[in-house]
């Protein structure tokens, strides 16, 4: 087991260091954050202090080594707008980005995985067919879509809830609702393979041969090991809450971390995006990591597979 974690640490760790690799990068070859910041009309000798100011005439690998060092040592950067740590801003707005995604995981697996099992259990009837095309418009349907067709009906013909800009629980609903009912569709499609594929296999007819309840064969026998693939999809989605945000959190005017990093792409915050970035990398990471420790205590047969591997 302590093999099994060994590799999966080093696969983390790989994988954060290429990301930030690949987001220094590509933001310092999209442009120059003073012409942005200050205006391509401003004087030359004023872009060239900034730029000195912010160690940006320095070579882009000096840029890199100094920036991965700072990271080490825990020091994220300042924005270039007010001077502030960047990562003070992204902790300022992060419980508000929770107060959309938490709930809206919670709405994602409360109502795709339940949808997913009925589906299963009652394969090819009309509550089948019914829950898999609910199922397909909600993942199909382009989140920004679906936030501005509840806002139209429950806000703007209704009345019943704001339709942005209000961080209260009210103002939360439409958001998380967005958020959610998407995900869900996927969850539900993905709990229904998984609860069909394991309904098919041979001890499942046995356990039925046998006598068993079919209720004791589906909660002891079915969906065990109907986990595995329901997990990973729950993994996934919990390591792309804040990435899904963005979108949500525009069309709402939500102020958490998704539109801060909207605004620090369009004002080019270098210190700000990347602050961003590493925290969605990391979130995902750690949720893939969560993930992989799971599948290694539901099938320790995966612990020999991917021991094997390494050798």
Request: proline fraction near 6%; aromatic fraction near 6%.
């Amino acid at each position: 087991m302590l093999r099994f974690l060994a590799l999966r640490l080093a696969r983390a760790g790989v994988t954060i260091v290429l990301v930030v690799t690949f987001a220094f990068v590509v933001l310092r070859l999209s442009g120059d954050p003073a012409l942005t910041i200050m205006s391509p009309d401003a004087p030359p000798a004023a872009l060239a202090a900034f730029r000195h100011e912010w160690g940006l005439d320095q070579p882009v690998w000096v840029q890199y080594l100094r920036y991965f060092g700072a990271i080490l040592h825990g020091e994220l950067g300042q924005s270039m707008r007010d001077g502030r740590p960047a990562m003070a801003l992204v902790i300022e707005r992060l419980p508000a980005t929770l107060m959309l995604t938490v709930p809206a995981l919670l709405l994602k697996i409360g109502l795709g995985v339940p949808a997913g099992i009925h589906a299963a259990l009652h394969r090819n009837s009309m509550t089948d067919r019914v829950v898999m095309a609910g199922a397909v418009a909600g993942f199909t349907v382009p989140s920004f879509v679906l936030g501005l067709l509840l806002v139209l009906v429950f806000a703007v013909h209704l009345g019943w809830l704001p339709s942005g800009g209000d961080d209260s629980w009210r103002g939360a609903i439409l958001p998380v609702v967005t958020l959610g009912l998407g995900g869900a569709g996927i969850l539900a499609r993905f709990t229904r393979s998984a609860m069909l594929e394991v309904l098919g296999q041979p001890y499942i007819r046995t356990a039925s041969a046998k006598g068993v309840p079919w209720r004791l064969v589906v909660r002891g026998h079915a969906l065990p090991n109907a986990a595995i693939p329901t997990v990973t999809v729950v993994g996934f989605m919990v390591g792309t809450l804040i990435a899904g945000a963005v979108v949500v959190e525009s069309v709402f005017s939500w102020p958490g971390v998704g539109r801060l990093l909207v605004v620090a792409v369009s004002n080019r915050d270098l210190a700000v995006v990347q602050c961003v970035l590493l925290l969605v990398a990391s979130t995902m990471v750690a949720a893939n990591l969560t993930v992989d420790l799971l599948y290694g205590l539901l099938d320790p047969r995966l612990r020999g597979q991917a021991t094997a591997g390494a050798h």
